[in-house]
């Protein structure tokens, strides 16, 4: 046996204090082991913070000179390279609020049904894979259906309506899948305790089940708020225009089956498609698209967090 | 004493979960107002017995059941308004499951799915069940704080007065003991023995004492037969019918 290995605490041999705590060769190697394990885990961290800091510090400074009420509240001018992103901006909060009206409700009821009602079948199989999949396909291709589907077929042509539903079949299976993992975190004991009481499943449902999953639902659903504003393929080809003047300070101006402007498709035409737009026009759409998505994701949190301090396990 | 009204029959009751089969053909009576203790080791189908009276093994995805089970006489399998015949039922398994709610709403939970909004009927009806429950004194001044927060013991406890608040007409309890401790087993068993004038007791339990303390007669159940069922004092007695009972109870087993 090595004569430098601590003798077990269990030793019938008597150690003193002092040896006990002597370090070794051994323990100085786990020591060190154990700082470059911990300074490794760190660096990486810091290193996944640093673009994340970078972009959003990079992104204020250069588009400073431009932020202003002003801005916010005046439509895009002469050819883009003036004014402000109101029109914009305006569409992109109708786009997502309208296709989360549409989207939460049912996939929030679908994922309900999925999780407390249906039965193992091939039915649900078959529907449990279509939502997987359906959640992993390209925007772009959603897009394509949104043409077929809403813009020609259901001839509502290229209109703030069309892309609502587009971007709502797109946040759909997304929905129903974090609200199906809300509800699954919810103990199976509890709805048993409930059931052996003589309880419906809606009673169940609505005395247990939801009020321990709302948190992570809402999170859920939230999520897509900030994925429906930034997606451009989607209403690119549903009802997105370069240009639309609409009048300024208005937040009635859309209708539903108006064209529309968006800030991410905004944002794409003046960094590509528009020669000699000033540099702080482009960077502030940008912040703005940004600080939206920001915003609403910490609701998200702050959401999440209150309603998690409400719930009782 | 127990009448001679029968209140469940049981008859070839036989469950498999897939292949494995955890109830082989069993068949017995419980009378009205009896406590009958079933005592029997692990994995020998105490527990899928208590799930199909109040068909709650309908949630088992894989459970295959035949045979009958009747209550008052009416077959299960055939009621159609399934969370009446639970209500009838109270259900208390070994594991207690405070719901994340108050302690008040945990009791009052299956009176309100029942239908019934008037507080001061809730009220009494809170107390009384957690009176039964012998935990009434313990939680009187802080009936809004968590049902969870409790400790295993008083949980468990808090699982009895839901499964009394819904007034069932039997009773089923699965080890109920088994995180309790001994001073408020005895309260419970007190209990029990009281409240058996207005119900049927069904009482598996692991604790071949227990149910020598409290039962009127005894089931043996192993390998998912019925060995011998039959009043306390043949079952607990030097010469019960089966031999695999006497050394189950004395503790001479295998």
């Known amino acids: 046996m090595a004569t430098d290995?601590?003798?077990?605490p269990t030793s019938p041999k008597i150690v003193s204090p002092e040896l006990m705590f002597t370090a070794t060769k051994h323990s100085r190697k786990r020591?060190?082991?154990?700082?470059?394990?911990r300074g490794v885990f760190f660096a990486m961290t810091l290193l996944m913070i640093l673009p994340l800091i970078l972009i959003v510090v990079y992104l204020f400074v250069k588009a400073a000179p431009i932020l202003s009420l002003e801005f916010f509240f005046s439509n895009p001018a002469k050819g883009m390279r003036a004014?402000?992103?109101w029109a914009p901006l305006l569409g992109t909060i109708y786009i997502v609020i309208i296709s989360l009206l549409v989207s939460a409700p049912i996939g929030v009821l679908a994922a309900v049904y999925l999780n407390e009602y249906a039965r193992e079948s091939w039915f649900t199989r078959i529907i449990n894979l279509a939502v997987?999949?359906?959640?992993?396909?390209p925007s772009i291709v959603h897009a394509l259906f949104g043409v077929g589907a809403f813009v020609y077929?259901?001839?509502?042509g290229r209109s703030v309506l069309a892309a609502s539903l587009t971007l709502a079949i797109m946040t759909l299976p997304v929905i129903i899948a974090s609200t199906k993992e809300a509800l699954g975190a919810v103990p199976m004991a509890f709805r048993e305790a409930c059931w052996n009481t003589g309880a419906t499943r809606w009673q169940t449902i609505r005395g247990i089940v939801l009020p321990n999953s709302i948190s992570g639902i809402l999170t859920g659903v939230i999520l897509q708020v900030s994925r429906a504003a930034g997606e451009t393929a989607p209403i690119m080809f549903t009802g997105a225009v370069f240009f639309k003047a609409i009048s300024e300070g208005d937040v009635f101006a859309y209708g539903l089956l108006d064209r529309f402007m968006a800030l991410s498709m905004h944002l794409y035409q003046l960094s590509t498609q528009v020669p000699g737009v000033p540099e702080a026009l482009e960077y502030g759409t940008a912040v703005v698209l940004l600080g939206a998505v920001l915003m609403v994701n910490a609701l998200a949190i702050v959401l999440r967090v209150y309603l998690r301090s409400r719930q009782r396990w | 004493m127990h009448n001679s009204k029968k209140k469940i029959e049981i008859t070839d009751l036989a469950v498999r979960y897939g292949t494995m089969e955890a109830l082989k053909g069993i068949s017995f009576d419980v009378y009205e107002n009896e406590i009958l203790g079933i005592i029997g080791p692990a994995q020998s189908g105490k527990t899928t017995l208590l799930k199909t009276i109040n068909r709650t093994i309908e949630f088992e995805p894989t459970a295959h059941v035949s045979g009958s089970v009747k209550i008052d006489g009416l077959d299960v399998q055939r009621?159609?308004?399934?969370?009446?015949?639970r209500r009838r039922i109270g259900m208390v398994f070994p594991l207690p499951v405070g719901l994340p709610m108050s302690i008040y709403d945990n009791v009052a939970f299956a009176p309100r799915t029942a239908g019934i909004r008037k507080r001061s009927e809730l009220d009494e009806l809170v107390e009384r069940c957690l009176q039964q429950a012998a935990l009434w004194d313990e939680v009187k001044d802080r009936l809004n704080s968590l049902g969870t927060k409790l400790s295993g013991g008083q949980q468990q406890r808090l699982t009895i007065a839901r499964a009394l608040s819904h007034q069932p007409e039997?009773?089923?309890?699965?080890e109920f003991s088994i995180a309790v401790d001994p001073v408020t087993t005895m309260r419970i068993e007190d209990i029990l023995k009281e409240l058996r004038s207005e119900i049927t007791i069904l009482l598996v339990t692991n604790l071949v004492q227990q149910a020598r303390r409290l039962a009127d007669r005894t089931a043996f159940i192993f390998e998912s037969k019925l060995i011998e069922i039959g009043d306390n004092d043949v079952i607990f007695s030097n010469t019960p019918a089966s031999r695999l009972t006497y050394d189950y109870v004395n503790g001479t087993f295998g």
């Open chain 1, 5 to 8: 290995i601590n003798p077990a």
């Open chain 1, 31 to 37: 020591q060190l082991t154990e700082n470059v394990a």
């Open chain 2, 79 to 85: 009621i159609k308004n399934v969370n009446q015949l």
């Open chain 1, 153 to 156: 077929f259901a001839r509502m």
């Open chain 1, 83 to 85: 004014g402000g992103i």
């Open chain 2, 170 to 174: 039997i009773l089923c309890l699965d």
């Open chain 1, 132 to 137: 997987v999949n359906l959640a992993g396909v």
